[in-house]
């Protein structure tokens, strides 16, 4: 079924089953000509696939010649399943889950693209990705426990009850000490070393939210190929269409070279 997106880029609805066993939402983006590859798009912690840093970089992709997939994490956006039962670990499986829609569909391989947390989940689920053919992380954080500073004074309150309802970007949700232990587990520059693909790093020098010290970090963990590119003026967020414009083009221009 067609979704309502404008500017020419034919979409479509899609519901897969997800790591925990729930319905994730998604939507596929196809060029209207040929296709010269497909991307697998994550969105960052605690957003969605509906985010203009997802759906504009989707309808770009696609305007450039890519079949792209954005989806909702389990828990978020129209996905179904909790929140509270998710951590790092259900999305690197989720990502898992998605690369295999488009491989279904005949669109493998596929390039893997990640905004924030997004991005580390992208480095972290590579490896499980065998048709995985190029990564690039926005934004990203070299560990995943960066999060933290996201809920710091709830800590003590999701450590003594198990879970607890804290307010990001000014709406609620439940964190578990199961997502606390998770965020520990996790070795990004660890997987980064050991990607084998080419790897574009991009990043605010001035992101407030994850500092650029952290693409410094993964882009010196990865080997050859690997690209740094340096979004001035940029956000966390990507807010500014000139600069969610720039990354998309280095995206392109990088997917072009290397897939």
Known sequence: MAGPYPEGVPTEDLSF?????AHLS??????????K????????FTCGKDLHTMTRLARGLAREGYVALRFDFTGLGASDGAFSETTVAT?????????????????G???L??????GAAVL????????????????APADTD????LFADDIETIRSEGCAVVHIGGRPFPISDRFLDDLTRHRVLDRVAQLGRPLLVLHGPDDEVVPFEHALRIYEAADEPKRLVSLTGADHLLSDRTVADQALAAIVEWLDETT
């Open 37 to 44: 590859g497909s991307v697998l798009l994550a969105h960052c």
């Open 17 to 21: 089953v997800g790591s925990a066993g």
């Open 26 to 35: 998604g939507v596929l983006h196809r060029p209207d000509g040929p296709v």
């Open 109 to 111: 391989p596929c390039a």
């Open 113 to 118: 693209v990640g905004h924030s947390l997004g």
């Open 146 to 149: 960066h999060v933290h500073h």
């Open 124 to 139: 972290l689920a590579a490896h499980r990705v065998k048709t995985a053919s190029a990564v690039a992380v926005i934004a």
């Open 91 to 107: 999305n690197v499986a989720d990502l898992s889950r998605a690369a295999l829609v488009l491989i279904q569909r005949g669109y």
